[in-house]
């Protein structure tokens, strides 16, 4: 067994498992895990190692049955007030009410419960990366078994298309090539060695001779031994991480709970004083008993969490439209909030394709076009060598097919008009010396009559020294090595991949193509990018007017990391890059002093990433964190909102995530940005309007009994404003525009409140002004002898809500400005109610139940005067807003 230095450390060791493994030639690997290459383990070895252990499994995190889940929804504060309310409504007998609140209650709780039963599903996808089979040698034959058998010690063979089944130190390889981009993030897939790694400190997408569970075979064959298996693996960590990390409540789940604590409060508060006052004056003990129990009903927003799912749910309907998909609906406000989004790189700012972004020499630019010989005597073009020097396949049903650099180098030279397939008709390839590792070049042997032609690419400072003289402009000269260098250098520092080109014509076939590599003629050096999908500049720029600060969080090289973000202004010129090995230096208070400033981040491990985000969170930053392999998991999971990629992404990103990107593009994040600023002012607005109508409503109640008028309503009237006049107008808010500054402002401060920005004083005020207004006709009509008095001041409180909706549509611009049939709905919804009002006073049947009488022309004119001083009131206020920034200061209040 494995000595103890380098047995398998636990979960959460530094350094990480494999790093010390690395470290070892494979010779000493099978040493310490006492396996023979050629016979394997043992039928006994195996068995007493899976006793100690266990099987190759990833442990699912402890799931929530269903009924819990469903319990949890009847939990929140506001909540349990309207289940109160409904108590309430029943003991004033109106069942029709209890009805209507209970099935609010039942709905938001169901479709709460379906998106966290559904997020619940991240483990089940991570355990589904496993492969289900494996080929292994032991007892010196080679045999198939399930992948949860193995143990440390196994022998594993893999070839093209394996899922690795476990975490593998690499003893043999044959141009292996390993897609990592799940765990790494790195777009190209690795090409593995054997040798032993320098030191114990490199992150996983250097470690190139180990072999990662979860990640896929490209090409080549290979055969590892299991250093690592379970939870013990580089994936099992991550699981690890995603499954102890906690959920993050939304803003709006915070703001919300805070809200019906306080409303509670308030409502128990004022029954007892309205009760208390109301004996104190001599009032029935029973009539004062109903004016509590209404006045609690009039302070409860019953329609707040329908309202609120609803503008919810069709903004999440809206976003799929723009390929944008919500897993959870508090997402949609939550983006609105966010003041950092933390993306990957590949396949989310880049197109996830290499893509040929130079071609160059010491001279600049080169013509792909141009011919290699004055004389012909290479008489072929930069294109042509290009394209020749390459393994790729044409697919009727995929295209190209090959080595993702390969396929840029000869999608490169059809652009430029040549054609892969009639180059290799024209010269036949005879010989070749493939690409290792260790040689970091690669070259091809083509004939074409009685001419020989070798062309060869590779590392520049593998190439560059075996070259004697370089294509120059104005012909072939002798090399310039160390202007060459030079120039390749730069190119890397601008984050390129380089390959150096060259040819050489020869006399004869080699026997030994290796030989042959000498006396080059340097024709090109080409740099290779991921390039910046062309819409996500654009993005990173409104994402940064409208406050959101974009950081880049990559498994890639430093220097693509930042060519990739100085292109898409994510960072400037000599702005710092943090790799992983620099977080590992930096203790907790170290990283909150740096988390704020840095732009990008590269070559992270999935702990980095989880880092990161919780030390923004730290800061009191919402953070959104945008990823698509296992690795982004746990982040994704963490973060305020995770946001993953629909099409190139993982099925552990998608379930970890809050949101789905259908097109895997960055820009889609901007329109759910915009998306969310609208939602959480369709909130604010309706939140201002059932505040200031409820205030009216307790404003009326509450002093009514002081200025010596009776009771000016009834239980059933204030249920019908609430369920009706607050109901369809406040669904209605919904349908309305966003604002059009919305991207052009910044993100809300993390510590503002709901009530910000003089909403709660506008909820004062106009429901002083509502209830003023109720009260001076009720005072008036009494006064002049009506006998419709009751009736109007239900009438008037009634048509001052409508009043009041109409102007409030936007908090600050005027209802002619953004069009007064610019929401539809809403002017449908105003009319609805009004024509419900007027059924209350004019139909026979309605009358006695809401105890009112018809009222005359001259009265219901004066009701509709009276209340159309509520819009006019409030179209004065947001005069004072837009030229004497009223409000301005008060952005903390909760």
């Known amino acids: 067994m494995p000595p103890a230095a380098f047995s398998t450390p636990s979960i959460g060791s530094d350094p990480p498992p494999t790093a010390l493994w690395s470290t070892l030639t494979p010779d000493q690997a099978l040493a310490a895990l006492d396996v023979s290459r050629d016979q394997g383990l043992s039928t006994t070895a195996v068995e007493s190692r899976r006793a100690e252990y266990g099987a190759n499994v990833l442990q699912a995190a402890a799931r929530r049955r269903p009924w819990r889940i469903l319990l949890a929804q009847f939990a929140d504060v506001t909540v349990l007030v309207l289940l109160a309310a409904a108590i309430i409504a029943g003991a004033l007998g109106e069942p029709e009410d209890v009805a209507a609140i209970v099935a609010i209650v039942v709905l938001n709780a169901l479709l709460g419960f379906v998106q966290e039963y559904r997020a619940e599903q991240a483990m089940a996808a991570l355990g589904a990366l496993a492969a289900p089979a494996a080929r292994v040698r032991r007892d010196g034959c080679e045999q198939t078994i399930p992948s949860a058998d193995l143990v440390p010690g196994d022998l594993v063979l893999l070839e093209a298309g394996n899922i690795v089944p476990a975490d593998l130190r690499l003893v043999e390889v044959a141009r292996l090539g390993v897609e990592e981009a799940a765990l790494t993030g790195e777009s190209q897939p690795v090409e593995k060695a054997v040798a032993a790694a320098p030191s114990a400190d490199l992150p996983l997408g250097d470690q190139r001779g180990m072999a990662f569970k979860g990640t896929v075979v490209s090409g080549g064959r290979g055969l590892g031994v299991v250093i690592a298996t379970g939870m013990r693996t580089e994936l099992g960590r991550i699981a690890a991480m995603l499954r102890d990390a906690p959920d993050v409540r939304s803003p709006l789940q915070l703001r919300l709970a805070a809200f019906g604590r306080r409303l509670a409060v308030l409502v128990l508060a004022l029954c007892v004083v309205i009760f208390v006052a109301g004996l104190g004056r001599g009032e029935e003990v029973g009539l004062m008993f109903m004016t509590a129990l209404s006045l609690a009903v009039a302070a409860i927003p019953e329609a707040l969490p329908a309202v609120i799912t609803v503008a919810l749910a069709l903004g999440a309907r809206r976003m799929v439209r723009q390929q944008a998909l919500i897993r959870r609906l508090s997402a949609v406000e939550t983006l609105g909030s966010v003041t950092y989004i933390c993306t990957d790189k590949t396949g989310t700012l880049t197109e996830n394709r290499m893509r040929v972004d130079t071609v160059r020499h010491v001279d600049g630019d080169v013509s792909l076009l141009e011919p290699l010989g004055r004389d012909a005597a290479i008489p072929v073009t930069v294109a042509e060598a290009l394209a020749l020097c390459t393994d790729v396949q044409y697919a009727e049903a995929d295209g190209l097919v090959g080595d993702p650099t390969e396929t840029a180098l000869v999608r490169a030279a059809g652009e430029a008009g040549v054609d892969k397939r009639q180059c290799d008709r024209q010269w036949p390839r005879v010989a070749e010396a493939p ?460």
Not at 537 to 559: F, K, S, Y
Not at 616 to 640: K, S, W
Not at 787 to 808: D, E, N, P, Y
Request: proline fraction near 5%; aromatic fraction near 6%.
């Open 435 to 894: 690409f290792t590792a260790e040689r970091a070049r690669m070259t091809t042997v083509h004939a074409q009559d009685d001419v020989v032609l070798a062309c060869t690419k590779g590392a520049p400072e593998r190439v560059i020294p075996r070259c004697t003289e370089m294509r120059r402009l104005d012909g072939v000269v002798p090399i310039d090595r160390e202007g060459l260098l030079h120039e390749a250098e730069t190119m890397a520092a601008n984050g390129l991949r380089v390959l150096a080109i060259a040819v050489r014509r020869l006399d004869t076939i080699p026997e030994r193509v290796e030989d042959e590599e000498r006396a080059l003629t340097l024709v090109a050096l080409v740099g290779l990018l991921d390039p910046p999908r062309a819409e996500a500049g654009e993005a990173v720029r409104t994402c940064q007017g409208a406050g959101i600060r974009v950081v880049m969080i990559t498994g890639d090289h430093p220097a693509t990391a930042r060519a990739i973000a100085e292109r898409l202004g994510i960072a400037a010129s000599g702005d710092e890059v943090l790799t992983g090995r620099d977080l590992a230096q930096l203790d907790d208070d170290a990283m909150a002093a740096r988390v704020g400033t840095v732009r990008v981040y590269a070559r992270v491990a999935p702990e980095d990433k989880l880092r990161i985000v919780s030390a923004l969170q730290a800061r009191g930053e919402y953070a959104a964190m945008t990823g698509d392999g296992v690795n982004d998991a746990p982040a994704l999971r963490r973060a305020n909102i995770g946001v993953a990629m629909g099409r190139g992404g993982t099925d552990v990103a998608r379930e970890a995530s809050h949101m789905v990107l259908l097109d895997d593009n960055f820009a889609t994040i901007v329109s759910a940005v915009r998306e969310g600023r609208r939602i959480y002012d369709h909130i604010r607005r309706f939140v201002r309007f059932v505040l200031s109508t409820n205030s009216g409503e307790i404003w009326t109640l509450f002093l009514a009994p002081f200025l010596g008028l009776p009771l000016p309503l009834l239980p059933i009237h204030i249920l019908w404003m609430n369920l009706v006049t607050d109901g369809l107008p406040g669904l209605a808010l919904s349908a309305e525009r966003g604002e059009a500054d919305a991207m052009q402002r910044p993100p809300r401060p993390p510590e503002e409140g709901i009530f910000a920005h003089g909403l709660w004083q506008h909820a004062v005020w106009v429901g002083l002004l509502m209830a003023g207004l109720a009260l001076g006709t009720q005072a008036w009509a009494i006064r002049t002898g009506n006998a419709h008095w009751q009736t109007m001041t239900f009438t008037v409180l009634t048509l001052s809500q409508l009043a009041h909706v109409l102007a409030i549509r936007s908090e600050r611009l005027p209802l002619w400005r953004i069009g007064v049939f610019s929401n539809p709905l809403l002017l449908l919804a105003v009319v609805g109610t009004i024509g419900l009002q007027m059924l209350t006073l004019y139909v026979p049947a309605m009358t006695p139940i809401f105890r009112t009488v018809p009222l005359t022309g001259p009265e219901l004119a004066l009701c509709f005067g009276v209340a159309v001083l509520v819009y006019v009131a409030v179209e004065c206020e947001k005069l004072l807003i837009r030229r004497r920034g009223w409000y301005a200061a008060d952005n903390r209040h909760r």
